[in-house]
């Protein structure tokens, strides 16, 4: 079975700043992707960024950014220029792909950081 | 539609009730998943539809618990006998078949008095 740790509850960071978030996993398998997804208060899960397991370059999205770490399972989330607008709960997923190639299957998730972006 | 609908989006019902819960997901998403949201727990998988049929239902936590899809489309999760454990926000989503991104509704939050 897979596990994912998000050991920040709670972190808070002033707006323009960067902030990074934590995640670790683990797990046997060797092909997988590994997801960040938001939550605002209107609770709607919101996908922020993904990166498969089998690329080592590290995937982007405007201002989100990873830190993958493959031997570590370390999977952290780098958000740059911080706006109020991002202030939410951030869930770190683990998603094994199927060995028939789909890889809709289910999403295992961290327990969540409530990143607080202060004016 | 646009996005995955859920109703209804808030539930509020009496101990040893039933209820039902209902996902519409994007239309041409053949997989279907409901998740649990509780305070202390996260987020939980509770059981995953490829179409009509459920592969996988090792998440629903007990017999009380049951969820079907029909047309490939709505699915509806019932709840029989309510217990106060049960009270959650309950996220259904959808994906392509094909495609890794799940996406999610807005979830239904259940409170059992």
């Known amino acids: 079975a897979q596990t994912v740790t998000q050991s920040q509850p709670e972190m808070s960071v002033q707006e323009a700043e960067t902030v990074t978030l934590s995640c670790t996993y683990d797990?046997?398998?060797?092909?997988?992707?590994l997801f960040w997804y938001k939550q605002p208060p209107s609770r709607q899960m919101i996908l922020v960024i993904r990166q498969e397991a089998y690329k080592q370059q590290n995937a982007t999205e405007n201002r989100f950014s990873v830190n993958f770490q493959k031997a570590a399972k370390s999977f952290s989330l780098k958000i740059s220029d911080s706006q109020l607008g991002d202030t939410a709960m951030y869930f770190c997923?683990?998603?094994?792909?199927?060995?028939?190639?789909?890889?809709?299957?289910?999403?295992?998730f961290g327990k969540g950081t409530l990143l607080t972006v202060n004016p | 539609g646009a996005g995955v609908s859920q109703s209804p989006s808030n539930k509020v019902t009496e101990k040893g009730k039933d209820v039902e819960l209902r996902c519409d997901p994007i239309?041409?998403?053949?997989?279907l998943y409901w998740y649990r949201q509780s305070l202390g727990q996260g987020l939980e998988f509770l059981i995953y539809f490829q179409g009509n049929s459920a592969p996988d239902k090792s998440g629903l936590p007990s017999d009380r618990f049951s969820a079907e899809r029909t047309g490939g489309s709505v699915s509806t999760l019932t709840i029989q006998r309510t217990q106060q454990e049960d009270s959650a926000v309950y996220l259904c989503?959808?994906?392509?078949?094909?495609?890794?991104?799940?996406?999610f509704g807005q979830g239904t939050r259940l409170t059992v008095v």
């Open positions: 997923a683990f998603m094994k792909l199927s060995n028939s190639g789909g890889s809709n299957y289910k999403l295992t």
């Open positions: 797990t046997s398998e060797s092909n997988y992707y």
């Open positions: 989503a959808s994906s392509f078949y094909m495609n890794t991104e799940a996406f």
């Open positions: 239309s041409g998403h053949t997989a």
